[in-house]
């Protein structure tokens, strides 16, 4: 059984491969892939992924999760959500600090730290589970290992 992550992201995955125009139509493309969910469930995925329909060519309203602008900067506390959320484990070798998360998880974390705007990050790198996080001149690895802990609720 797939849990609410797993679900949600599979149906961020399928919106963007598919034109998906109902939520019986959602319901099946997740049965498709061993996912069972109620209509009342996709609703509420979809409301909480913030999804949008969209008209495409031919008229068709299809739904879609619009992407945040790349220059719009997310809040302090967005940051220690999506953090606390989904990171499991963090590590630190010189300047890069490594962040562990759930499978399928690490773009969600990479895109929070990269909108963040925070001048101790340098840049992201994102895996399926692992989220590489380059530490600037600024900042020493260990000091970002460490605030990212404690944002993420790990300390």
Known sequence: M????????????????NSVSSQEQLITLLKEEDIEATQATVSRDLDELGSVTVRVSGGIMVYAIPELPSDHYVHQDH?????????????????????????GSAHVVASALDRAGLETVLGTVAGDDTVMVVASETCDGSVLAESLSQLSGLE
């Not at 797939?2 to 491969?17: D, E, F, G, M």
């Not at 606390?84 to 499978?103: A, C, F």
Request: hydrophobic share 45%; charged share 20%; proline share 5%.
């Open 2 to 17: 797939a849990s609410k992550r797993q679900r949600q992201h599979v149906i961020t995955q399928l919106l963007a491969n």
């Open 79 to 103: 940051l220690k959500r999506v953090l606390g959320e989904w990171v499991v484990k963090v590590g630190v070798s010189r300047n890069i600090v490594m962040l562990q998360t759930p499978p």
